[in-house]
């Protein structure tokens, strides 16, 4: 809090003309002031807030700079639908009309709005950066039916072998089969889990099923029909764990891999700037 006052009182000091008929008060008020202070809390992330303060100088003074930080300022909040929305209404008369479509193009491919994105590709100028947003949701979405030279030239030279690792997972993911999984549970019980990498769960799996069995059956040799059928159940039980647990297994495993996927996919587009680039706003 005490920061923030003191950044009103300095840009109100530093703003206000010695000559001015204005008294410091309505100086505060005036949109130099109130401009400056959004500045001020946009390059310091406060993006709520200056949004805030930016609504209230276009009030007075339209301008493509304000409008153009607000949907910046939504985006860079993880509001993306919103963005969209705001970036789509920049017009062809705008400074920022070219950053806008391509802020608008971002948003829509981080809020998974994949179908409008390539849309809008299809009427587009189809300049490189949109060319690369374009290609870069199908990574997000499906089996890409891009061919890979042309996806891998739509960038940069230095990304391409990091690009190309992530369109051949996403063209041919390694993913596990649920239906393998089962049946070799059903043959030899744990085996389901071993196939995933669980070998603890295997090994448990196995050793549990192998030893209640035996007790059935070393039961039933000695006569005690009670404690075989016991064990047997317990043993079933064991087994049925065993083939419902690798195909779950799977399902599991399945889905690390995709989140493993998209968490370094994202990791590896942020490090690249492609979702926060630098206009040198706050420089």
């Not at 009103?8 to 202070?37: E, G, R």
């Not at 075989?228 to 064991?238: K, N, Q, T, V």
């Not at 690798?246 to 990791?267: C, E, H, M, P, T």
């Amino acid at each position: 809090m005490k920061i923030f006052l003191s950044a009103i009182i300095l840009v109100s000091f530093n703003s206000f003309p010695q000559d001015s008929t204005l008294n410091p008060l309505q100086y505060f008020h005036s949109p130099i002031s109130i401009k400056k202070f959004a500045d001020f809390l946009f390059c310091e992330e406060d993006y709520l807030r200056s949004i805030d303060e930016y609504k209230k100088y276009l009030k007075t003074f339209p301008g493509d700079t304000a409008e153009f930080k607000i949907g910046l300022a939504l985006s860079r909040m993880k509001k993306f639908d919103e963005a969209a929305e705001y970036f789509s209404k920049t017009g062809e008369k705008s400074s920022f009309y070219i950053q806008s479509e391509i802020e608008y193009n971002k948003a829509l491919l981080q809020s998974g709005d994949y179908n409008l994105l390539r849309k809008n590709y299809t009427g587009s100028s189809r300049s490189s950066e949109l060319t690369r947003l374009n290609y870069i949701s199908y990574l997000y979405s499906d089996k890409i039916t891009i061919p890979e030279k042309e996806f891998l030239y739509s960038f940069p030279e230095d990304s391409r072998n990091k690009m190309k690792n992530f369109y051949e997972w996403s063209n041919d993911p390694p993913l596990k089969s649920e239906l393998t999984a089962v049946f070799l549970s059903l043959i030899i019980p744990g085996t389901g889990k071993f196939y995933i990498g669980e070998y603890g769960d295997g090994i448990a799996a196995f050793a549990s099923t192998l030893l209640f069995g035996y007790l059935s059956y070393d039961n039933f040799n000695a006569g005690h029909q009670f404690r075989g059928w016991l064990f047997a159940g317990i043993s079933a039980f064991f087994y049925a764990g065993s083939i419902y647990g690798s195909a779950a297994g799977v399902q599991i495993y399945n889905a690390k891999l995709y989140f493993d996927f998209y968490n370094g996919l994202n990791l590896y587009l942020d490090q690249q700037n492609y979702f926060l680039p630098d206009y040198d706003f706050c420089k």
